[in-house]
């Protein structure tokens, strides 16, 4: 009987795992905040309503960071979607002792809730430990109904910036049977890439648990000259701003800002660019023998209840395809005597984010690299320090395993 109990604890000992999940850690030392996204796979069948509830969001924000028309989606809320779908949740990323993370997720405790049960809520974006620490969950603190807990969330900024390409970063959970090289293919980055975010050069491949830092390009209004505002749009979203009269979409590989009215608000006013018939985000083009002149009413940013506009004209540029020789939307028409200021739209410094009018998707401003060798460098020390700890208390109690049992 000893021989048989002796060869399960070597089994044990055997088949133990070298390392927990891991997940990037981004020190930070400053108070800013960062727009950015989880990947979240539906444990089961959900309201859109329910998500946005269950991450203390508005239905409008899960709605334009999926990239869902409310046009589209008559009843928003209750709109269901399957289990097992991906929904990109939007996030606020600050730095909270030292690291960043969000913890602006609150959930209540049920009756019949337990630690396990409240995990699967959240799809494997948070651990039974981090829950049980950030919160002091123990033998003698446990779970009670109706108290809140915070949910510590992963998230990362790198100051919006990737390989100098503007960008917000979506923490991942690998799945089973997924590597470095199918992550990377879904969401059109490189091994390399992916590699160097999450300090991955020279380690094993990833794990399923394992959370990782994908970024994703986006489109930034820091070269825009936009008064008192400061925005950035993951590729392949919309946000909404001036108190959801303006729609800024970013999409296809020139990483432009493309706003318009979003027909969301009946009370918007200030949409149409002054000496013109043209409303924001209208273009009038004009064919020439050389090329296409087009004159093109842009957002400008808002202050309060005011949005800011004005017109931008491109000289001899390619024409836009499928246009008459004179065409603007069918919505507006040109005005028969053009005559405005020429105003071209020219690089100018992004606004600070102490003077942005909405700061939780401003820019920040430190250093992606110095962040990058940081986070590398301590995720490396944690992997050694791990393996450390492993090769020095397995002999220890394989020793005191053979001591019991003979």
């Not at 019949?112 to 699967?120: G, P, Q, R, W």
């Not at 992550?183 to 890439?193: H, L, M, R």
Request: aromatic share 6%.
């Amino acid at each position: 009987m000893r021989h048989i109990q002796l060869r399960l604890c070597l089994l044990f000992f055997i088949f133990t795992p070298l390392t927990q999940a891991k997940s990037v850690i981004e020190p930070c030392n400053t108070s800013d905040s960062c727009l950015s996204l989880l990947s979240y796979l539906l444990p089961f069948d959900s309201k859109l309503s329910e998500i946005a509830y269950r991450f203390q969001l508005n239905v409008s924000d899960l709605l334009a960071a999926n990239s869902i028309d409310p046009a589209n989606t008559p009843s928003l809320g209750n709109q269901i979607l399957r289990a097992n779908s991906l929904v990109k949740v939007p996030v606020l990323c600050p730095c909270v002792d030292g690291i960043r993370r969000s913890v602006s997720t609150a959930y209540t405790v049920r009756a019949a809730d337990t630690v396990d049960s409240i995990l699967e809520e959240f799809g494997g974006l948070v651990s039974s430990e981090q829950v049980r620490s950030f919160n002091g969950i123990n033998a003698t603190n446990p779970l009670t109904s109706g108290e809140s807990l915070v949910i510590p969330l992963p998230c990362t900024c790198f100051n919006n910036s990737n390989n100098g390409v503007a960008a917000v970063y979506l923490s991942y959970v690998v799945q089973k049977g997924e590597s470095l090289g199918r992550i990377s293919q879904v969401f059109g980055t490189t091994v390399a890439d992916l590699g160097a975010v999450n300090g991955l050069l020279g380690q094993p491949g990833v794990e399923p648990g394992d959370i990782l830092a994908v970024p994703i390009p986006a489109c930034s209004s820091a070269n825009l000259k936009w008064y008192n505002e400061s925005l950035i749009v993951p590729n392949g979203s919309y946000a909404l701003t001036a108190s959801n009269c303006i729609k800024c979409t970013c999409g296809g590989t020139h990483l432009n800002l493309q706003c318009a009215p979003s027909g969301m608000v009946p009370s918007c006013s200030h949409l149409q660019c002054q000496g013109s018939n043209l409303f924001i985000g209208d273009s009038y083009v004009d064919r020439t023998r050389i090329g296409c002149n087009i004159t093109t009413c842009v957002y400008r940013g808002h202050n309060g209840g005011k949005i800011f506009r004005s017109l931008s004209n491109s000289s001899n540029v390619k024409c836009p395809g499928n246009q008459s020789d004179k065409a603007v939307p069918a919505s507006v028409s040109p005005s028969s005597n053009l005559t405005v200021p020429v105003i071209i739209l020219s690089p100018s410094p992004s606004p600070s984010p102490s003077s942005s009018s909405n700061p939780t998707r401003g820019m920040n401003n430190t250093n992606p690299a110095s962040k990058r060798t940081s986070n590398s460098s301590s995720h490396g020390s944690r992997l050694l320090g791990q393996a450390i700890l492993f090769y020095v208390l397995l002999p220890l109690e394989l020793v005191l395993c053979f001591i019991y049992f003979l």
